[in-house]
């Protein structure tokens, strides 16, 4: 018995949406990482705003970690779950010991543009293989990381 045999998508359909799923699931585990970091190194006048902002978003980040896991399994496949693999397929490159707000920010701002980037893209495909799921799930994190990289880029203004 296969999920996919009840929900009726079709296993060729969605392989492009699951490959999309699997790199998306790899990068966010490696933003959640750096935002950890962000949040334990941060130093300066902005720490305090910073710090409880920076766990809010490894805390979100945490959460559509599960998010992403879970619907690849719906779809029929095995999400990844090791960080070798993780590291081996994300776009998002590991940082470390940034202290400084305005670097923290800026990389920060750069991974959002990548994650939108490749969101759009798994969106496109699910609606071409009839996966409204997964087409809500990443209109979703689209309508709220628009939002938040809007803030980011006012609050890091001069």
């Not at 996919?4 to 966010?28: H, P, Q, R």
Request: net charge negative; glycine share 4%.
């Amino acid at each position: 018995m296969k999920t996919l045999d009840y929900t009726k998508l079709n296993a060729a359909s969605v392989e492009k949406v699951v490959s999309g799923l699997k790199k998306l699931l790899a990068n966010y585990q490696v933003f959640y990482a750096n935002l950890r970091g962000f949040h334990w190194n941060i130093k300066g006048n902005q720490f305090f705003v910073l710090h409880s902002k920076f766990e809010e978003m490894y805390d979100d980040a945490a959460e559509k970690v599960d998010e992403i896991a879970e619907r690849i399994l719906m779809l029929g496949d095995t999400p990844e779950n090791n960080y070798s693999s993780y590291l081996k397929e994300a776009d998002v490159t590991e940082v470390s010991n940034v202290s400084c707000a305005d670097k923290a920010l800026e990389n920060i701002l750069s991974t959002y543009s990548l994650l939108i980037g490749q969101e759009r893209e798994i969106l496109a495909n699910a609606s071409e293989a009839g996966d409204e799921v997964t087409v809500s799930q990443m209109s979703d994190y689209l309508k709220e990381q628009e939002k938040l990289v809007w803030m980011l880029v006012a609050y890091a203004s001069k």
